[in-house]
């Protein structure tokens, strides 16, 4: 249970970072670049727990465009869930084809450091092999 829960922080935090970035990176898509911290962190949680709690239900309903395009709806469907999060949290605003980049950056995101995790649980599990 204290695993998930930190990796759940990890990814909170990961979402904060990537929605942070991409209002910087992509500034004429966001409607209100001068949003606090406090504003990114929330705005990280929301799309934390939206990505949990209503994305699979999306991706459910969304498979036969998934299995149609071969999987390039999924990029639709994250920008969708992006859109979602950034219209429930006041002080952020962004456009459609914005969310859809923010998701590709924040997925780019979770990737690298899901990568980086699995590194190092490998690197511990080895040490430990007798």
Do not use: H
């Not at 459910?60 to 950034?86: D, K, R, W």
Request: no cysteine.
């Amino acid at each position: 249970m204290r695993k998930q829960f930190a990796l759940f922080l990890l990814r909170w935090v990961a979402n904060s970072f990537g929605l942070w970035l991409a209002s910087r990176l992509l500034s004429g898509s966001f409607m209100d670049t001068d949003a606090t911290a406090v504003t990114f962190l929330l705005a990280g949680l929301v799309l934390s727990l939206l990505n949990s709690l209503i994305r699979p239900i999306i991706v459910v309903l969304a498979l036969p465009a998934i299995v149609l395009t071969l999987g390039l709806f999924t990029l639709v469907v994250n920008g969708i869930v992006v859109y979602i999060a950034l219209k429930l949290v006041p002080g952020l605003d962004i456009s459609f084809v914005g969310s859809i980049i923010t998701g590709m950056l924040i997925s780019l995101i979770n990737y690298a450091i899901s990568g980086i995790l699995e590194i190092r649980n490998n690197s511990t599990q080895e040490k430990y092999q007798p």
